[in-house]
């Protein structure tokens, strides 16, 4: 291996580490702001007053660093499918820290969704990139990109003033899937931020230009959008589901972008394209998957608070025999028969 290859692998797994990490401990840190306030689902922000929450803070913004340095020493055809660590990390953490324990479908859901995934990722187009930031904005400025972010924006806009306030609490897509369509034009953003930084430190300075600064103020925006969802998505879901679900669809989504904005699909070939549709039929299997395994674990939860409160109509007959008749009285009111 390469020189450069070995320090984007080095990057990338490392950015996994960090990112999965950061989950669990926003995870934690929500917990302990949810006991002293408004809960981040419910709209409560008491988690910006929590120094763990804070630190999955940083570490997350560590690994997104590593992850952005990882692209430039390797391809990111060996950058990005390493991302999918970041779950598997998640997912164990989670197991011992929150014990939040994830089912054998819940693995298979995981596996789906990672190896699913990682085909779109090696059979997606190739990029080219470009030398300055006009060039991306005229790439950002093509009509079939500004559909692209027409259609993005209309969809986020109706998950948050629709379908949040109907169902945000039960349907985990509501959430991630604005994190991840907000998540993919932050990476459109970033790169033309990127190309403008390495590019003035060549010597060819792109602060002059005012595309840079609204890249710039487009990826702050879509940024504190992502965290704000991400905390509600953490503080209603499960770690280990939330991960895999916002890998799938922003890594999906982002090679959408990327492909409509470069214009990288043309010149595919059937082998190509087959098997990224092999690789989304993956992809979708394994949300149905995890979707599954969390209305089993919500509806043994409710099963199980059934349970303590009537317990079984045998048990309160057998408790009524022995009771006196007021009490009979009292307790058949709660029996599972009225």
Same mark, same amino acid.
């Given at each position: 291996?390469?020189?450069?290859?070995?320090?984007?692998?080095?990057?990338?797994?490392?950015?996994? $580490?960090?990112?999965?990490?950061?989950?669990?401990?926003?995870?934690? /840190?929500?917990?302990?702001?949810?006991? @002293?306030?408004?809960?981040?689902?419910?709209?409560?922000?008491?988690?910006? #007053?929590?120094?763990?929450?804070?630190? /999955?803070?940083?570490?997350?913004?560590?690994?997104?660093?590593?992850?952005?340095?990882?692209?430039?020493?390797?391809?990111?055809?060996?950058?990005?499918?390493?991302?999918?660590? %970041?779950?598997?990390?998640?997912?164990?953490?989670?197991?011992?820290?929150?014990?939040?324990?994830?089912?054998?479908?819940?693995?298979?859901? =995981?596996?789906? =969704?990672?190896?699913?995934?990682?085909?779109?990722?090696?059979?997606?187009?190739?990029?080219?990139?470009? +030398?300055?930031?006009?060039?991306?904005? +005229?790439?950002?400025? &093509?009509?079939?990109?500004?559909?692209?972010?027409?259609?993005?924006?209309?969809?986020?806009?109706?998950?948050?003033?629709?379908? !949040?306030?109907?169902?945000? &609490?039960?349907?985990? #897509?509501?959430?991630?899937?604005?994190?991840?369509?907000?998540?993919?034009?932050?990476?459109?953003?970033?790169?033309?931020?990127?190309?403008?930084?390495?590019?003035?430190?060549?010597?060819?300075?792109?602060? /002059?230009?005012?595309?840079?600064?609204?890249?710039?103020?487009?990826?702050?925006?879509? $940024?504190?959008?992502?965290?704000?969802? #991400? @905390?509600?998505?953490?503080?209603?879901? +499960?770690?280990?589901?939330?991960?895999?679900?916002?890998?799938?669809?922003?890594?999906?989504?982002?090679?959408?972008?990327?492909?409509?904005?470069?214009?990288?699909?043309?010149?595919?070939?059937?082998?190509? $394209?087959?098997? !990224? #549709?092999?690789?989304?039929?993956? $992809?979708?299997?394994?949300?149905?998957?995890?979707?599954?395994?969390? !209305?089993?674990?919500?509806?043994?939860?409710?099963?199980?608070?059934?349970?303590?409160?009537?317990?079984?109509?045998?048990?309160?007959?057998?408790?009524?025999?022995?009771?006196?008749? @007021?009490?009979?009285?009292?307790? %058949?009111?709660?029996?599972? !028969?009225?």
């Amino acid at each position: 291996m390469e020189s450069d290859n070995g320090k984007g692998l080095i990057l990338a797994v490392a950015s996994s $580490v960090f990112i999965g990490s950061s989950f669990i401990l926003k995870k934690k /840190g929500l917990k302990r702001a949810a006991a @002293n306030g408004t809960r981040a689902g419910y709209g409560g922000y008491t988690y910006l #007053l929590e120094p763990l929450w804070w630190a /999955g803070m940083i570490t997350m913004i560590v690994g997104e660093a590593a992850n952005f340095v990882a692209y430039i020493y390797a391809p990111a055809v060996l950058v990005t499918p390493l991302g999918a660590l %970041s779950i598997i990390i998640s997912a164990i953490l989670a197991h011992f820290l929150l014990k939040e324990k994830l089912k054998k479908m819940g693995v298979l859901g =995981c596996v789906s =969704c990672i190896v699913g995934s990682v085909v779109i990722v090696i059979h997606a187009p190739k990029e080219q990139t470009p +030398n300055s930031v006009q060039e991306i904005w +005229n790439l950002a400025t &093509q009509p079939a990109f500004l559909v692209y972010v027409a259609i993005t924006m209309s969809i986020v806009l109706a998950l948050i003033l629709h379908f !949040e306030p109907l169902c945000g &609490q039960s349907n985990i #897509l509501v959430y991630i899937g604005i994190c991840s369509l907000m998540g993919a034009l932050t990476v459109m953003s970033i790169k033309a931020i990127g190309i403008a930084i390495k590019l003035t430190m060549e010597g060819v300075s792109q602060i /002059g230009y005012p595309q840079t600064w609204l890249f710039l103020m487009v990826a702050v925006t879509c $940024v504190v959008t992502q965290l704000i969802y #991400l @905390n509600k998505a953490l503080d209603t879901f +499960n770690a280990a589901i939330v991960s895999p679900v916002y890998y799938v669809m922003f890594t999906t989504l982002t090679i959408v972008a990327s492909a409509i904005m470069f214009k990288d699909w043309s010149g595919q070939d059937a082998a190509s $394209v087959a098997s !990224e #549709l092999c690789g989304f039929i993956t $992809v979708l299997t394994g949300t149905m998957i995890l979707h599954g395994t969390r !209305e089993e674990e919500q509806q043994a939860s409710s099963s199980g608070n059934a349970d303590l409160v009537f317990g079984s109509s045998e048990s309160v007959r057998w408790y009524e025999s022995r009771k006196s008749t @007021n009490e009979e009285h009292l307790i %058949s009111l709660y029996s599972p !028969e009225y």
